[in-house]
């Protein structure tokens, strides 16, 4: 079983539609995040907690706003999504118990498509 | 199939070549760097980092390079096998633990 869990792995919807994105996670880490992958872009940065109490802004964040349930679930919503919100979206952890190393584990994505 | 990386630079060496994959990074500030490599349909997979009191580390059959003086990143490949064709990205740490990574750079790699 996948250590990061991305639901739903593929989704289509409509423009205005409100989307919302699930990541659980076994690896009992306190840092999560969502990446966004669009062709030629390489990996942006939604938002990231580093608990359970703390939620922080990325580069791209407007648009979206995300949940964090427990230390295992953090979720990504799109209140009214739109075409240019189509494409690959990553759920990500790290340890940060013994600082920061910047290896972040990676779910296997969550494909959007808004028509 | 994989969308990402429709328009990637892209590395074609043979099985058995040593394959290097450059990364210019642009904050001067930034301590740490790591390369991924992202398998069609999978996420990035942590491969080695290094950080910036450092100009090279090495891993099993990988060795990142640091040259802070130009900003410049690379990752070596040695005897590239056919499972090591992926999408590779370099990120760099800007701070507040945050990755920026780079647009990625694809490595086919021919039997």
């Known amino acids: 079983d996948a250590d990061v869990t991305q639901t739903p792995r593929n989704r289509i919807t409509k423009t205005g539609k409100r989307i919302m994105l699930e990541c659980s996670q076994t690896k009992g880490h306190d840092r999560m995040y969502w990446y966004r992958q669009d062709p030629g872009l390489g990996l942006q940065l939604i938002y990231y907690s580093f608990d359970v109490k703390d939620i922080n802004k990325g580069e791209i964040s407007d648009g979206y706003s995300v949940s964090r349930q427990a230390q295992a679930k953090f979720s990504l919503s799109l209140e009214s999504a739109i075409p240019n919100q189509t494409a690959l979206y990553f759920c990500?952890?790290?340890?940060?118990?013994?600082?920061?190393?910047?290896?972040?584990?990676f779910g296997e994505g969550s494909r959007l498509t808004v028509l | 199939g994989e969308s990402v990386g429709l328009h990637l630079p892209t590395l074609s060496v043979q099985e058995g070549d040593n394959s290097i994959i450059n990364c210019a990074y642009s904050?001067?500030?930034?301590?740490?760097f790591i390369w991924y490599k992202q398998e069609s349909g999978k996420g990035p997979q942590f491969i080695i980092d290094i950080r910036s009191n450092m100009d090279k580390r090495q891993g099993q059959r990988v060795t990142v390079l640091l040259n802070k003086t130009v900003k410049h990143l690379s990752l070596q490949i040695a005897a590239t096998q056919p499972g090591d064709s992926a999408v590779y990205f370099c990120a760099e740490n800007r701070g507040f633990q945050k990755l920026v990574f780079g647009t990625g750079t694809r490595l086919l790699v021919s039997p």
């Open positions: 990500a952890t790290s340890d940060g118990t013994s600082g920061f190393t910047g290896e972040l584990f």
């Open positions: 904050n001067s500030a930034s301590d740490y």
